[in-house]
């Protein structure tokens, strides 16, 4: 793979960028994010994703801009599910809403790191080994059926065995310590529940990454579009979390719609020897299903308040 350095240099450079201002500027002190904060945010990144995958229209041309845009809306659809997962850490560890900004702030850029070395790792084993298209494609469909069956509890149970092995080797803090991650206590270092908090964060990225970035290997097999659409969902967690956690449990559906696409792109990654499922055709049918299961579940909490 040949790959041009300017266009990397720039991405990272605005990620950077963002970033730095984030937690330097706007939100220096820790605080509970507001509905309309949040919703602010939200507007601001996905305006942000958009204007890259118009400038991505541009330069690289109208394949390219759809395999963004799609690769984007799987990664944002599927970071649904983190959010399950997330709202079940903080209440396990009793995290102050205050700190939640702080806890994702740094998880995300753990995930922006951790993502770069999983999709190269994952490209160059599709380039050695072709095969791997159709284990990635049966990873996808298996993870599609453990979803429908509502299996985000099991893992952050999986996680506790993790945390419990921590505390083997770092000792840990009764009492969270502000907004710290580690004290110095007697000389010597121990880190705070906020730690564990953070660790539990980074391993269900790590969890879910196994699911979406295969996804979005069905769509494209360009490293910068991968990890800029990737990245660019992953920056908007933050805000979407503090937007809709509240309001996830309405959409009953919407768990199985995660299901449904991720069994979709699995049986796309199965077949693609056989017939390629054109991009438009795939967007169509990702798009077509959230709508379904929106009305549904709009349509069932109707119901359900008028009975």
């Given at each position: ?14 990620i ?19 509905p ?8 601001l ?8 995958n ?6 690289k ?25 997330f ?7 009793s995290?102050s809403?205050?700190?939640y900004h ?14 770069l ?13 072709s095969w791997?298209f ?6 996808l469909i ?10 985000e ?19 840990v803090?009764?009492d969270?310590?502000d907004n ?5 206590i ?6 705070t ?11 269900s990225?790590l969890?879910?990454?196994i ?13 910068f ?12 967690l933050?805000?979407?979390?503090f937007?809709?956690?509240?309001l996830?449990?309405?959409?009953y ?5 995660l299901?449904v696409?991720?069994?979709?792109v699995?049986?796309k990654?199965?077949v693609?020897?056989?017939y ?6 795939s967007?169509g049918?990702i798009?077509?299903?959230f709508?379904?299961?929106i ?9 359900s308040?008028?009975?």
């Amino acid at each position: 793979m040949t790959l041009s350095l300017l266009p990397w240099l720039g991405f990272l450079g605005l990620i950077a960028t963002l970033l730095i201002l984030d937690l330097g500027v706007v939100n220096r002190k820790d605080h509970v994010v507001s509905p309309r904060e949040a919703v602010l945010w939200s507007c601001l990144w996905i305006g942000i994703a958009l204007l890259f995958n118009i400038g991505i229209f541009i330069s690289k041309g109208f394949q390219a801009g759809l395999e963004f845009f799609t690769g984007y809306l799987i990664e944002k659809s599927l970071s649904l599910d983190n959010i399950f997962v997330f709202v079940l850490i903080f209440k396990y560890f009793s995290l102050s809403p205050h700190l939640y900004h702080r806890v994702l702030f740094w998880g995300v850029l753990g995930a922006i790191l951790m993502r770069l070395v999983l999709i190269f790792l994952g490209l160059e084993l599709l380039e050695n080994f072709s095969w791997i298209f159709y284990v990635f494609g049966a990873i996808l469909i298996y993870s599609g059926f453990q979803m429908s069956k509502q299996q985000e509890h099991l893992k952050v149970l999986g996680q506790n065995k993790f945390i419990n092995f921590i505390k083997k080797f770092i000792p840990v803090t009764e009492d969270y310590k502000d907004n710290h991650f580690f004290v110095r206590i007697k000389n010597k270092w121990a880190a705070t529940p906020l730690f564990l908090v953070l660790v539990s964060v980074e391993i269900s990225d790590l969890i879910f990454a196994i699911d979406s970035i295969p996804a979005i290997f069905a769509v494209t097999l360009d490293p910068f579009i991968v990890y800029t659409s990737n990245i660019f969902a992953i920056l908007g967690l933050r805000s979407l979390f503090f937007l809709i956690s509240n309001l996830l449990p309405r959409f009953y559906y919407l768990k199985y719609a995660l299901s449904v696409v991720l069994i979709f792109v699995g049986c796309k990654m199965l077949v693609h020897q056989a017939y390629k499922i054109p991009i438009l055709i795939s967007l169509g049918i990702i798009l077509l299903i959230f709508v379904i299961a929106i009305v549904a579940s709009l349509r069932r909490k109707a119901t359900s308040s008028t009975q």
